[in-house]
């Protein structure tokens, strides 16, 4: 599975983005997918998961301005962030084709290349 990661850039705080996960080689290897982010001297922390029955999931951070959604037909995830905030920066990371078990997602080996999100206060 190849995931490709992109839409990141620089806003001001209470813009919005959307990021993107372009995903290849495998049918179906977006089942299940979860956004990750490792903010400046942080470590990595998963900010949503979606499983292939729909249940979302999303860090008590993010709740009410991250919504987390996929297009099977263009093989593609999302992550539309509205209402950004400076504690939002980081690098974004896209996860596929993990487990979800007990309403948690355990990533697997493949992710995406990161993209930066830099929201400016």
């Known amino acids: 599975v190849q995931l490709q ?4 850039g620089l ?3 209470g813009g919005s983005l959307r990021l993107s996960c372009l995903a290849s080689g495998r049918t179906g290897s977006l ?3 979860g956004w990750y982010r490792r903010a400046p001297g942080k470590e990595r922390e998963l900010v949503a998961a979606i499983s ?3 249940v979302t ?7 009410g301005r991250f ?3 996929r297009d ?3 093989n593609t995830g999302y992550l539309e962030m509205t209402s950004l905030k400076p504690e939002d920066t980081g690098v974004y990371y896209c996860n596929a084709a993990g487990i979800w078990s007990g309403g948690v997602y355990y990533g697997s080996v493949y992710w995406g290349q ?3 999100v830099t929201v400016s206060s």
């Open 5 to 8: 990661a992109s839409g990141g």
């Open 11 to 13: 806003v001001q705080a």
């Open 31 to 33: 089942s299940a997918m």
């Open 52 to 54: 292939g029955g729909e």
């Open 57 to 63: 999931y999303y860090r008590d951070a993010v709740k």
């Open 67 to 69: 919504t987390i959604s």
């Open 72 to 74: 099977h037909a263009r």
């Open 114 to 116: 990161g993209t930066q």
